[in-house]
């Protein structure tokens, strides 16, 4: 007869290596940057970088060791060319605005901010339901039904003044954050959650100041950075694709993931 409590309590793991502490509150986010690492480190032992006596912890924390032999791994099987001169002049051209510098925005927001053990569907479900709120209200009316949102759900320190986070420029936010307040035209309530490593959030634009756009050659360096670090990703989702096909993997998740080792 099958333990329906030892069922119920199984552990998640990678080829039988357990990727959480018992009672552990984690959240699918941390089960999978810790899952992502246990698939590395053992592609790392097979590849003969890493010695098979290198003791796989619960609690997510590689080796010094463990960690070297993952770079120099990645280092051999994810070997990204340059991007070509042409390809790099298409890219600037296609995202000048976010070549710019000097761009700035005022921006205020509401924080549902992930932590472990919270409850996702429900908190974002809160989210989408203030997110619906506030975009009912327009002028004076907006400002207060923001502000009293702001002040009573947000896990920002910045409720307590409205969701204010005042003028903000690119290297003020965590870049995926930047990326949906930076290069657009949008002034007012963004029409989505807008997703961060924090959380999620619903953010107001209420003022932009342009930037200025820089000439390709001023910028070339970060463009090609810009190119090299997509396909980085690309293969290293690839590649870690063909390790979960291989592996035996137990209570986690890790398709969900729109980008693998992204913190």
């Known amino acids: 007869m099958t333990n329906q409590n030892s069922v119920a309590t199984e552990l998640a793991s990678i080829n039988g290596v357990v990727l959480q502490l018992p009672d552990e509150a984690i959240t699918p986010d941390e089960l999978r940057q810790r899952a992502y690492s246990e698939l590395l480190r053992q592609a790392a ?3 003969g970088l890493l010695s098979s006596s290198d003791a ?3 609690d997510g924390v590689l080796s010094e060791e463990a960690s070297s032999a993952i770079e120099l791994l990645l280092e ?3 070997a990204i060319p340059e991007p070509s001169e042409e390809a790099c002049r298409r890219h ?4 000048q605005a976010t070549y710019s510098t000097g761009e700035r925005v005022q921006v205020r927001h509401i924080l549902f901010a992930v932590t472990p053990g919270v409850d996702v569907v429900a908190l974002r479900n809160r989210a989408e339901t203030t997110l619906l709120d506030v975009r009912c209200h327009d002028g004076q009316a907006l400002d207060d039904a923001f502000a009293k949102a702001a002040s009573t759900m947000s896990n920002c320190p910045s409720g307590a003044d409205g969701g204010s986070l005042g003028w903000l420029v690119h290297a003020d936010c965590a870049p995926e954050f930047a990326k949906e307040l930076f290069g657009h035209k949008e002034i007012g309530v963004l029409p989505r959650l807008v997703h961060s490593r924090f959380g999620l959030h619903v953010v ?5 100041e342009a930037g200025i756009e820089q000439p390709y050659e001023v910028v070339r360096g970060a463009v090609t950075l810009s190119l090299k670090q997509q396909t980085y990703v690309t293969a290293l989702r ?4 063909v390790l979960a096909g291989d592996a035996n993997i ?3 998740d890790i ?3 729109d980008t693998p080792l992204v913190q």
């Open 255 to 257: 398709e969900a993931a």
């Open 45 to 47: 032992i097979s590849q």
């Open 238 to 241: 690839q590649y870690m694709q």
């Open 56 to 58: 796989a912890t619960a």
């Open 250 to 252: 137990v209570g986690v």
């Open 204 to 208: 107001e634009i209420l003022q932009r």
């Open 92 to 95: 600037h051209a296609a995202h």
């Open 76 to 78: 051999h099987i994810l």
